[in-house]
């Protein structure tokens, strides 16, 4: 069995009947990709979804980011870069497929702005398009760009993403852009910098987070687990 496929494992249950026969159950432990296409923090990301209870697949490779359970997305830097680390690998067809066939999907920081069709940073540039809107860089006057540190984030939806985090929460943050949906509905947490910002999206099956949940220490293990639960 390849290293991408379900692991199945096996555990006797209680005995049957006055005989004791046991009798085994199946429990299948699913398979979370981490797409890899050259963006940066993959190995904590990859330590971080593990410590949450997943078996994670490290992976550039469209054919097991498509037979993956459910799907995460990391990345820094620039928007341009990550479009054609994406295209380098053909992995945006993957990426696509895996969306529509209704897989969990998990976009960090980066890997959020790339749901979006296109970003202030690198106008030439496409994103996957998946979610309507754009990317926008702060400009905000007395706040410093990039945003790094630590600030809150406040839930404006009912997001399983986001099951018994408070608001107020604290996460890690280390950008300069952020997303502008069209559709203000997905918005799923905001946070202030000056003003009110989409630190977390949700649209169906697709989430993305524009803080780092693997340097949030427990709230953004929690969040981690909550994705590997759902």
Not at 149 to 155: K, L, R, V
Request: some cysteine.
């Amino acid at each position: 069995m390849s290293i991408f496929c379900n692991f199945l494992y096996f555990r006797d249950t209680l005995p049957i009947g006055l005989k004791g026969v046991p009798r085994l159950a199946q429990r299948v432990s699913l398979m979370i990709a981490v797409v890899d296409y050259g963006m940066g923090n993959i190995h904590s990301v990859t330590k971080a979804t593990q410590l949450a209870g997943a078996q994670v697949l490290v992976t550039d490779k469209p054919e097991e980011v498509l037979v993956a359970d459910k799907v995460i997305l990391p990345g820094v830097g620039a928007f341009c870069d990550g479009v054609e680390g994406l295209k380098q690998r053909n992995l945006t067809g993957a990426i696509l497929e895996s969306i529509k066939k209704g897989k969990y999907f998990l976009g960090i920081c980066l890997g959020m702005q790339l749901l979006f069709e296109q970003s202030e940073e690198s106008k030439d540039a496409r994103g996957l398009g998946i979610l309507n809107g754009k990317v926008k860089k702060f400009s905000i006057k007395g706040f410093k760009v990039p945003h790094i540190g630590w600030n809150q984030i406040n839930p404006a939806l009912n997001c399983k993403l986001l099951e018994n985090i408070p608001q107020g929460a604290n996460v890690y943050f280390c950008h300069s852009y952020y997303v502008e949906p069209e559709e203000k509905s997905i918005i799923a947490a905001t946070t202030d910098y000056g003003e009110k910002f989409a630190s977390v999206i949700n649209q169906d099956n697709i989430f993305g987070v524009q803080f780092h949940p693997e340097k949030s220490q427990s709230v953004g293990l929690k969040i981690l687990k909550n994705f590997v639960e759902l």
